[in-house]
């Protein structure tokens, strides 16, 4: 956990505009923007906003009206969040859908109920790269986190994303600073596809992130009437138990991208 310190790296950047972007669809953008969203909120205590521009399924928004339903719901949830809520003295973070083409300036806009900044604004961004506006969007993020999937359509094709990105970078067009990680790893079994994929990544001279996220079946459970807080790791609206955390590397993630964030 940050001190209080630590922390303040972070706010010289604020707000801080953060993506996970790859135009391949099921490498993990949505689901990595809701459990690091959420532990930078709820846990690491950054006043988090969210920007759901997957303008073809707006699936963030859509978990977050399930998750408010359930909760309201369950009167165990409802005291879980309550619980949450005196702990981290956090409410939810907001959830913004909107469409790519005006996700930048609706987020410029954004401001608490006080009047000031958010820390960290994360921009959910659909994989199809034919969106109106999808590499403006991306050329204007602070940071973004490229994941990479260990097999050999997933690392073509984020390998284009990231050389699209570079290009930008290099001819002076966009500022982002470009970090590639692995998900779904079997490292047993994907080591060769790994040394590839590392190979090409560094050859385009991206910071390749020393966590790895493991395959984990626990990414399946999202929360339902019968849920109880040792079951919820996917939420928009609770933060995963430790026990969950335990394994999935999602801390290290969350650590290792504050870093770069406070360093670049
Ligand atoms: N480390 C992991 N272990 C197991 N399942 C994972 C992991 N990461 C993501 N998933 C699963 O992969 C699926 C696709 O993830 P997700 O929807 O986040 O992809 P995406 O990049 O947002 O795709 P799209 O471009 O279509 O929006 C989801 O069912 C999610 O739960
Ligand atoms: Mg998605």
């Not at 690491?44 to 997957?54: E, L, Q, R």
């Not at 929360?223 to 609206?237: A, I, Q, Y």
């Amino acid at each position: 956990m940050f001190t209080e310190m630590d922390k303040n790296k972070v706010l010289k950047h604020k707000p801080c505009f953060v993506s996970f972007a790859t135009q391949k669809g099921g490498a993990g953008k949505t689901t990595l923007t809701i459990l690091v969203a959420g532990m930078a909120h709820y846990v690491y205590g950054y006043n988090v906003a969210v920007i759901d521009c997957d303008e073809h399924q707006y699936s963030l928004s859509r978990m977050r009206e399930r998750d408010n339903s359930i909760v309201y719901k369950s009167e165990t949830l409802r005291r879980i969040a309550s619980d949450q809520f005196l702990t981290h003295h956090k409410a939810s973070y907001p959830v913004v859908g909107t469409k790519v083409v005006d996700a930048h300036d609706i987020a410029s806009g954004l401001k608490q109920a006080d009047g000031s900044d958010y820390d960290l604004i994360f921009f959910d961004v659909q994989g199809s790269a034919g969106t109106t506006g999808w590499i403006s969007l991306l050329a204007s993020m602070d940071y973004i986190f490229l994941p990479f999937v260990p097999d050999m359509l997933n690392i073509e094709s984020t390998e284009q994303t990231m050389k699209v990105l570079k290009y930008l970078v290099e001819s002076g067009e966009s500022k982002t600073v470009l970090s590639a990680f692995w998900n779904k790893i079997d490292i047993r079994e994907r080591k060769d596809m790994i040394e590839l994929g590392n190979t090409i990544i560094r050859e385009l001279d991206v910071n390749v992130m020393s966590t790895m996220l493991p395959m984990l079946s626990r990414y399946h459970d999202k929360l339902t009437g019968t849920t109880t807080k040792n079951d919820v790791f996917m939420c928009t609206l609770l933060s995963p138990t430790n026990n969950l955390l335990k394994d999935s590397c999602i801390e290290e993630l969350c650590e290792e991208m504050f870093k770069i964030m406070w360093h670049n």
